[in-house]
Antibody
Framework: EVQLVESGGALVQPGRSLRLSCVGSGFNFDNYAMHWVRQAPGKGLEWVSGISRRSGTTDYAKSVKGRFTVSRDNAKNSLYLQMNSLRPEDTALYYC?????????????WGPGTLVTVSS | QSVLAQPPSASGTPGQRVSISCSGSSSNIGTNTVNWYQQVPGTAPKLLIYSNNERPSGVPDRFSGSKSGTSASLAISGLQSEDEADYFCAAWDDSLNVWVFGGGTKLTVL
C-alpha cells in the first residue's frame, strides 16, 4: 500500500525558515517524480514545486521561487521542502504528492498534509 | 485568481448526471492533458481522471473526462450522496512551467 507521510509543519514567524519532510513507502520511491502542493485554509489547491526521479529537474511556482528549495534522498525514500523567508501568505496545509507512472498523472497519491502557519 | 476557470458550485439529485467545466488557454489545456481531483472536506485530494479521460484503478466508471480545445469537462453519472465534494481540474502550463489548478467546484447532492 502506497503511503506518504509529511512532517515538519509548525507555527513560525514571518521571515523565518522551516523544512518539511515526506517519507514514502509501498512503492519504488526513486522511480517517480514527486511534488509539493499546498492549500491555504478554505482555499483551492496550489502546486508549489516538483522534482524529477533523480533530482535532475526541479520546478517552482512563481510565488515561492528563490525562497523554497525542493530536494529528495532516494536512499531514504524522502522528499524535502526547505522554506526560507516565510510570509503570512505561505500559511497552508502542505501535501506531499506522488506522480504516477505516466508523466501527466500528477497526484496519484497524496499524503495527509502538514500544516504551516506563518504569523507573528 | 486561478489560471483555470471552474464554476464555483454545481448540484444535482441522486441518479442524475452532472457536468463540471474547466476553461484554460493554449499554453495549458490547449497543449497538455487535464487531470481531475476529488476532495471530500477534511481529507486529501484524490486523483479521479488523468490524461483527459483515463481513470486510475478503483475509480468508478461513473466518472468520465473529456477535452476539446482549451476546455475540459468532468461528468458524473448516476450521482450518489458520497459524490458530494470539491472537484479541481489541473494541467501543466508550458508558458509558466508550472502545474496550474482550477479554483474548484463544490458539488452538492440535493
Amino acid at each position: 500500500e502506497v503511503q506518504l507521510v509529511e512532517s515538519g509543519g509548525a507555527l513560525v514567524q514571518p521571515g523565518r525558515s522551516l523544512r518539511l519532510s515526506c517519507v514514502g513507502s509501498g512503492f519504488n520511491f526513486d522511480n517517480y517524480a514527486m511534488h509539493w502542493v499546498r492549500q491555504a485554509p478554505g482555499k483551492g489547491l496550489e502546486w508549489v514545486s516538483g522534482i524529477s526521479r533523480r533530482s535532475g529537474t526541479t520546478d517552482y511556482a512563481k510565488s515561492v521561487k528563490g525562497r523554497f528549495t525542493v530536494s529528495r534522498d532516494n536512499a531514504k525514500n524522502s522528499l524535502y521542502l526547505q522554506m526560507n523567508s516565510l510570509r503570512p501568505e505561505d500559511t497552508a496545509l502542505y501535501y506531499c504528492v506522488k506522480n504516477g507512472r505516466v508523466p501527466a498523472a500528477m497526484g496519484d497519491y497524496w499524503g495527509p498534509g502538514t500544516l504551516v502557519t506563518v504569523s507573528s | 485568481q486561478s489560471v483555470l476557470a471552474q464554476p464555483p458550485s454545481a448540484s444535482g439529485t441522486p441518479g442524475q448526471r452532472v457536468s463540471i467545466s474547466c476553461s484554460g488557454s493554449s499554453s495549458n489545456i490547449g497543449t497538455n492533458t487535464v487531470n481531475w481531483y476529488q476532495q471530500v472536506p477534511g481529507t486529501a485530494p484524490k486523483l479521479l481522471i488523468y490524461s483527459n479521460n483515463e481513470r486510475p484503478s478503483g475509480v468508478p466508471d461513473r466518472f468520465s473526462g473529456s477535452k476539446s480545445g482549451t476546455s475540459a469537462s468532468l461528468a458524473i453519472s448516476g450521482l450518489q450522496s458520497e459524490d458530494e465534494a470539491d472537484y479541481f481540474c489541473a494541467a501543466w502550463d508550458d508558458s509558466l512551467n508550472v502545474w496550474v489548478f482550477g479554483g474548484g467546484t463544490k458539488l452538492t447532492v440535493l
